[in-house]
T-cell receptor, first 113, second 110 residues
Framework: SQTIHQWPATLVQPVGSPLSLECTVE??????LYWYRQAAGRGLQLLFY??????ISSEVPQNLSASRPQDRQFILSSKKLLLSDSGFYLC????????????FGPGTRLTVT | DAKTTQPPSMDCAEGRAANLPCNHS???????VYWYRQIHSQGPQYIIH???NNETNEMASLIITEDRKSSTLILPHATLRDTAVYYC???????????FGAGTQVVVTP
């Protein structure tokens, strides 16, 4: 069965520090991968999606970047965190629309202080 | 994504069926309807999806109208653990991007 991992589960970082969140998927090949963010009390916002290694699309301009070095690995990064980067970061995968169901990881709760 | 409209909130008594409506009047013929829910402080959970026919799984049933302009998610016997925000989504992108709206906050009461 498919499994999606995210780490760390929680993170507290000072403003201006770098960020690296990792997501890996097991049990599937060539998944579409997604990064979402949910600010406190707000809805889910799609940040990035990837349909293959090295292929990244950004949905909103921001202080973050994403990379996909391997088929089942998706990384979210920042060189310098802002207070507004605080939130709940979720990685998800799908394999298309007909059978493609957005399965979400457990999330990383980031607090920028 | 095709626009979806859901009521902002609804209450349901424990043990009763919860019927969650969703309007998607601009849906086109090959677009699926997906339902997810998000329990507080957790990531969204897939519930069910459908194209034209009604669908049922261990979690819920999905009833899609013949014109496909609306659908209803049915939780047959709501429990307290079903308290969550429920999202109806019609992804139009072939990559399966999911754009989440505000959803319906469902509160199941004893």
């Amino acid at each position: 069965s498919q499994t999606i991992h995210q780490w760390p589960a929680t993170l507290v970082q000072p403003v201006g520090s770098p960020l690296s969140l990792e997501c890996t998927v097991e049990g599937t090949s060539n998944p579409n991968l997604y990064w979402y963010r949910q600010a406190a009390g707000r809805g889910l916002q799609l940040l990035f999606y990837s349909v293959g290694i090295g292929q990244i699309s950004s949905e909103v301009p921001q202080n973050l970047s994403a990379s996909r070095p391997q088929d089942r690995q998706f990384i979210l990064s920042s060189k310098k965190l802002l207070l507004s980067d605080s939130g709940f970061y979720l990685c998800a995968w799908s394999v298309g629309l007909a059978g493609g169901l957005g399965y979400f990881g457990p999330g990383t709760r980031l607090t920028v202080t | 994504d095709a626009k979806t409209t859901q009521p902002p909130s609804m209450d349901c008594a424990e043990g009763r069926a919860a019927n969650l409506p969703c309007n998607h009047s601009t849906i086109s013929g090959n677009e699926y309807v997906y339902w997810y829910r998000q329990i507080h402080s957790q990531g969204p959970q897939y519930i069910i999806h459908g194209l034209k026919n009604n669908e049922t799984n261990e979690m819920a049933s999905l009833i899609i109208t013949e014109d496909r302009k609306s659908s209803t998610l049915i939780l047959p016997h709501a429990t307290l653990r079903d308290t969550a925000v429920y999202y109806c989504i019609v992804p139009t992108d072939s990559w399966g991007k999911l754009q989440f709206g505000a959803g319906t906050q469902v509160v199941v009461t004893p």
